[in-house]
Structures are given as C-alpha cells and as structure tokens.
C-alpha cells in the first residue's frame, strides 16, 4: 500500500497540486495510525494531510478512485441459473459469431471478462500513450469498445435471441440470460473507462516535469483551448515555486557577504580575540523591475502568462513597475499589486481593449519616456514583451537606445 500511496502522491504532482516531502511523509503516518480498512476513513486521511487549496480537490477527487478504486462494477455470471442445455445452447449459439463478436459475448454472457493485462494491451492499441487528459481518454475509451464490438453489440444480441429461440430456449431463460448481459455491458464499459483513466494518470506521473515533451509546447497560446490553457497555467505557478526556492536559497547564501577585516578586528577588541568572532560585509541586492507588456489583439494569450508570471514574482525584488500598452502606454502596477492573480490579469485585459491595427510601439514608449523615465535606472532590468508588429509606425529605436543606456 506505501507503493501505491507514493505512485498516488507523484500523480497529484503531475496533475498540479503542490505536495512537499513533509506533507508525504505526513500521509503515510496517518494511514498508518487510522489504518485503511475504511474506506471514507482512508480518503478523508489522505485528503487532509496533502491537499492545502481548494482548487486541489478537483485533481484529488479526479485521481483518487482511479489508484485506489476497484476498477468498475464486477460482471455478473449468467450460467449459474441455466442448466446444462442452456448453457450447450448458448455456446453453439455463440460459436456461430465472428470471432471478435464471440469473444465479447462471452465475456458479458459467462461474467468472465478481459484480464487487467488484455484491457492494458487493448488500451495501448487504442492510442492510451498519447491521451494527457480525461477529456482524450474518453476518446480512447470509445476506441476501445469500438475494438471489442461494441458499436454492433445489440445487432449481434437480437441475432442470438432469435437463435436461441430456433434452437428451443425457453423465452423466461432468454430474457433473463439478455438481462445480464445488458448489465455486464455497462459494467464492462465501467472497467474499461477506469482502465484508461489510469493508465493516463499512471502515464503522467511517470513525466510530471515533462512540459517540453508534450504537446503545450508545440501549440501556439492562441490556439490553446480551455483545458490546455488551465494546464499550463498550473506549469507557470509550478516555476515560480520552484524560482521562489532558488532565489530564497540564493539570498541565505548570499547573506553571509565578504569576509570584513576591519569589522573583525573592532568588534573583537573587547575580549582580546578570544574568541574571534568573524564579521562579513553584507552586499544588499536591490534588483528593480519594469515590465513593458504589448496587450494588442495578437498578443493577448501571451500577455496573459506573462502578467500571471509577473504578478506572482513581483514580491521577489526591491520595486516592480509594470506597463501594458497598445495605442499607448499604460501603468498596471496598482492592478497587479492586489486582488488574485486570475482576477488583476483579467482587468488589465479589460481595462485595455485591443482594437484592431492600434499597435503603436513608438508612441507608447514616447509616453513611457515622458512620464515614467524616473522608474529606469541602473538596478533596473526592463523586459520588453511584443511581437515586433507595429502597423507601419515609427517603433522610436532611438527611444529603446536610450532606455538601454539608462537601464
């Protein structure tokens, strides 16, 4: 069971959610203590010791039963109550099927159904490897039972009531034999969604940082749906937890500075040296940052991970300044500094409308020359975010030579 909570715990990773070392450990310790003989018990035991959002609870709900779950209804047996020429009836009745059709009878006939290593195989046939989300694995899903015959089932089953009725079946044994097998049709169907609900979520844990062999990387931000978007939007808060941690790591080593002669040698003065006690310069690091963001029709997906990234990254540094321009430049520090994240990139979007061949670059940085130069000096780095389409204006080089003298 450790194995399976820790395959868990790499899945919720690779879905988004946040879990440190700790918050595992803290897990397995309270599995161990309440146990998991109850099911609910078990859950709400995992739920609460690793899930610190509530936008998480979605990714656990989602995952939870695909590692923990019993992997869909279990098929029923319809021979028990038939007695032997029934059941002779209905093996040469079946006998008579295609081989594919046969199979699949059987299995929803006898309550026998596909092994865990054939629903695998049958799942990696059906294109499994390449699905990322629930939204393919449904795709995969219907492709799987279009492989076992699904799409021609109830044709196959009115063709075997009406052999069973020729060959002298009684109607009761029949409609009940058809009754089961209607069942096991949607208990199967069951099995075979989780199958590949799990192989997909099993998939993904085994490549949570692999971003960059997906396919978010080869789509351009416009053409992105909704799900694809909200993915990659839990990707930039992934970095800049992990930019978070380098440069909180970078800052306590840097906190030790130079080794300072004189600072030693005066505050060791009092005790004659014994013991010395060791004085360092402290270099303070004030970096400072201005953002300069093109939010004009072409622009707008990308402006958005940007300003994700800038809002969650602003605490980071001495002074940040941000500006979005598209006919002309506007400051967006106050927006940024408040609300959520989602909440100050959507009404910067709002507040600046794109309109259509409005791109003015050298207007907007004459304006960003005229009133905001005092926020450019040398501490400053200035990121520059556009795609070069300017409408046939003047882009102002002669401004951007300036601010990069400054800067």
């Avoid at 993904?204 to 749906?225: E, F, V």
């Avoid at 500094?337 to 061949?357: E, M, N, Q």
Wanted: contains cysteine; neutral net charge.
């Amino acid at each position: 069971m450790d194995n399976r909570i820790v395959e868990f715990i790499r899945g919720l990773r690779a879905a988004g959610v946040r879990i440190s070392l700790a918050e595992s450990m803290d897990a397995m310790r309270a599995v161990d203590t309440l146990g998991i003989t109850q099911k609910e018990i078990f859950r709400s035991s995992l739920r609460t010791t690793l899930i610190k959002e509530s936008d998480d609870f979605a990714a656990f709900e989602q995952l939870f039963p695909l590692y923990f779950g019993s992997g869909g209804p279990p098929l029923q047996s319809a021979l028990e109550d038939m007695s032997p020429e029934d059941q002779e009836m209905l093996q040469m009745a079946l006998s008579a099927l295609s081989g594919r059709m046969q199979q699949l009878l059987d299995w929803l006939s006898s309550g026998e159904g596909p092994t865990k290593e054939e629903l695998e195989q049958m799942a990696r046939q059906a294109g499994v490897e390449w699905a990322n989300n629930p939204q393919e694995g449904r795709w995969v899903t219907r492709r799987m039972l279009q492989q076992m015959g699904f799409a021609h089932l109830e044709e196959q089953m009115q063709q075997l009531y009406e052999k069973l009725q020729e060959m002298g079946m009684s109607q009761e044994a029949i409609e009940k034999l058809m009754g089961v097998v209607e069942a096991n049709q949607e208990a199967l169907a069951e099995q075979v969604a989780h199958q590949v609900g799990q192989q997909i979520a099993e998939q993904r844990a085994n490549r949570p940082d692999d971003l960059h062999g997906s396919d978010l990387m080869h789509k351009p931000l416009q053409s992105l749906t909704e799900e694809d978007a909200n993915q990659l939007r839990k990707e930039v808060q992934r970095l800049v937890t992990q930019m978070r941690s380098r440069a909180a790591l970078r800052r306590k080593r840097g906190n030790k500075g130079k080794f300072d002669s004189k600072g030693t040698i005066r505050a060791n003065q009092k005790n004659g040296g014994v013991p010395i006690e060791l004085k360092f310069k402290k270099k303070k690091l004030k970096p400072s940052l201005v953002l300069i963001c093109d939010v004009s029709t072409s622009m707008r997906a990308v402006a958005e991970f940007m300003l994700r990234l800038t809002y969650e990254l602003q605490d980071q540094v001495a002074r940040a300044r941000s500006f979005a321009f598209n006919s002309d430049m506007h400051e967006i520090s106050v927006t940024l500094s408040g609300t959520r994240a989602a909440d100050a990139v959507t009404k910067v979007l709002y507040d600046i409308p794109p309109g259509y061949y409005a791109t003015d670059l050298g207007n907007s940085l004459n304006t960003f020359c005229k009133k905001h130069l005092d926020s450019v000096d040398g501490r400053t780095t200035i990121v520059i975010l556009g795609d070069g389409r300017n409408n046939f204006n003047s882009p102002r080089i002669d401004l951007m030579k300036d601010l990069q003298r400054r800067a």
